[in-house]
């Protein structure tokens, strides 16, 4: 059986949007709502739902969506584990898919693709196009694709086992922003068995309320830490390639964000004073060299490491 975790915070506008899309469906499954202390009329919203026998329902005073989540991990009962957020769906005919694709191969972890979309509509589609559906993978071979980040660390996208989740003590950290990049590469690593569904069967919308949404430093310093994690514990798992080609992309996205929300005079010695990701020479010549490095992010490396970066990028550089 299929558990599904959906944290819920002020999202009235969205939450039965996304129930509806579950609901849809007559597979076994049960729904876990963590109501995480909203202030809006999201249990109302909710409410009708209530009375199914495979809903759920908690309520918390509000601790965050890592808090909930873990929370939401400790009452589901399920062989699987996937998480929503509540104010994203799930594509017609997808949990089907999924319950059927378990049947088959029993694996330890389903990777799907997602869809970005917003009022306007669809803004871009993900497909695992670079994975064989019917093939099984281990997490070797998928943590190659998590350092090239053609495999992202959004948690909504992927399934993994429960056993994954408790054997392993994995559990969501509330004091880190990117909270669920470093946990889901530890359910890879606890995973023999993966296969991927290419399809986007995950539709995450973007809001002005969005987490994600948001600029924030907290949001620079949170990726920071979530690849300072990851390198600390996979970097001797992976070839020297993957390193740089992990540490060229994150670290353009670093400095990106940081440059975004940095409002001081000395951004170049406060950024390596403050802890952030640094290259040397030697990995910033292998970074050049590393074809799957875009070369967004090699001109971002070199600009940064001449201390031109900021001005480039205020005076010249269109995003």
């Not at 292998?286 to 967004?296: G, Q």
Request: hydrophobic share 35%; glycine share 6%; aromatic share 12%.
């Amino acid at each position: 059986m299929l558990s599904i975790i959906i944290p819920i915070y002020n999202t009235e506008k969205y939450v039965k949007e996304c129930l509806e899309s579950l609901l849809n469906e007559n597979i076994e499954c049960e729904i876990i709502l963590v109501n995480d202390g909203s202030t809006d009329d999201s249990y109302l919203q909710i409410k009708e739902y209530l009375d199914r026998d495979n809903i759920k329902y908690f309520y918390q005073e509000n601790g965050g969506v890592s808090k909930a989540r873990n929370f939401g991990l400790s009452k589901a009962t399920g062989d699987y584990i996937m998480f929503l957020d509540s104010d994203d769906i799930i594509k017609k005919g997808s949990l089907k898919l999924i319950s059927e694709k378990i049947k088959k191969y029993n694996p330890d972890g389903i990777l799907f693709g997602n869809r970005k979309f917003d009022s306007n509509g669809t803004i871009s589609i993900d497909k695992l196009d670079f994975l064989e559906e019917d093939k099984i993978y281990n997490s070797d071979e998928i943590l190659k694709y998590v350092f090239n980040l053609k495999v992202r660390g959004f948690v909504s996208d992927k399934i993994f086992k429960r056993s994954i989740w408790i054997d392993n003590n994995i559990k969501f950290d509330n004091k880190k922003y990117c909270e669920d990049w470093y946990p889901i590469t530890l359910c890879i690593e606890g995973s023999n068995k993966i296969i991927a569904i290419k399809d986007d069967i995950h539709f995450y919308r973007q809001h002005d309320e969005s987490a994600m949404h948001t600029k924030d430093m907290k949001l620079a310093i949170g990726y920071n830490e979530a690849v300072h994690d990851i390198l600390n514990r996979f970097k001797n798992k992976v070839s020297n390639e993957s390193v740089y080609t992990f540490k060229g992309n994150t670290f353009g996205e670093i400095i990106s964000a940081y440059n975004e929300n940095y409002t001081g005079d000395s951004i170049y010695s406060d950024f390596k004073k403050e802890g952030f990701l640094c290259i040397n020479f030697n990995e910033t010549l292998h970074i050049l060299l590393n074809s799957e490095v875009s070369n967004r992010n090699k001109l971002a490396i070199i600009l940064w490491k001449l201390r031109l970066y900021r001005f480039i990028k205020k005076v010249a550089w269109k995003k």
